[in-house]
């Protein structure tokens, strides 16, 4: 609104200098274009993204499955993490050697980080891909949905940050354009412009 208020004020102003002009119409324009090309950057970078991610949350459900694992016995070893700030004696003890069959049939033994405090013989699930090696869980649809509302937004705010600069750029330029006509205009008034004998 300032902007179009400055190409407003400035239109018949007898003061008006050149790039007054200028510098209303670029925050204009600017104006414009983080109004409406920032948020449609970042509308369809948003929207490519669910794409990209419901793609991904479809191809790992199909890949990851929960399957049923048997304690064999408990590990009283360091835990799985082995950053002290991440980890805690309470994993220490949640750490057992256990067995599961894959999708495929196959037969897998190891160590793994039980959910919860368990007992031998005692049975949790976990989530494996196709082979039966441990995986993480899938990503759901509204985690993807998520991270892409996140990504339009990242897009929607960098490039309207760079818009802004490119806009404060101009601005400069107009600025030291500004400071030299003056000083040009300083050095042909002479030094004794404005003295009572100078005839000025």
Do not use: C, Y
Not at 35 to 62: D, F, K, N
Not at 148 to 167: D, F, K, N, S
């Amino acid at each position: 609104m300032r902007a179009m208020r400055g190409v407003w004020r400035w239109r018949r102003n007898p003061l008006r200098r050149r790039t007054d002009r200028i510098e209303a119409w670029v925050a204009l324009v600017a104006a414009l274009l983080i109004a409406l090309g920032a948020t449609s950057a970042g509308w369809l970078t948003g929207r490519a993204a669910q794409g990209a991610l419901l793609e991904t949350v479809r191809i790992q459900h199909q890949q990851r499955h929960l399957v049923w694992v048997t304690v064999d016995r408990l590990l009283s070893r360091a835990p799985l993490d082995p950053d002290p700030e991440t980890s805690s004696q309470r994993d220490a003890h949640r750490r057992v050697l256990a067995r599961w069959t894959a999708r495929d049939g196959s037969a897998h033994i190891g160590q793994l980080a039980a959910p919860r405090p368990v007992e031998t013989g005692e049975r949790f699930r976990i989530w494996t891909d196709d082979r039966g090696r441990v995986v993480p869980r899938p990503m759901d649809a509204s985690t993807a949905a998520t991270h892409a509302v996140l990504a339009g937004l990242g897009t929607t705010a960098g490039v309207g940050m760079m818009i802004e600069g490119a806009r404060r750029m101009v601005v400069w330029q107009l600025m030291v354009r500004r400071f030299r006509r003056w000083d040009q205009e300083w050095k042909r008034a002479g030094q004794d412009w404005g003295r009572a004998d100078a005839g000025s």
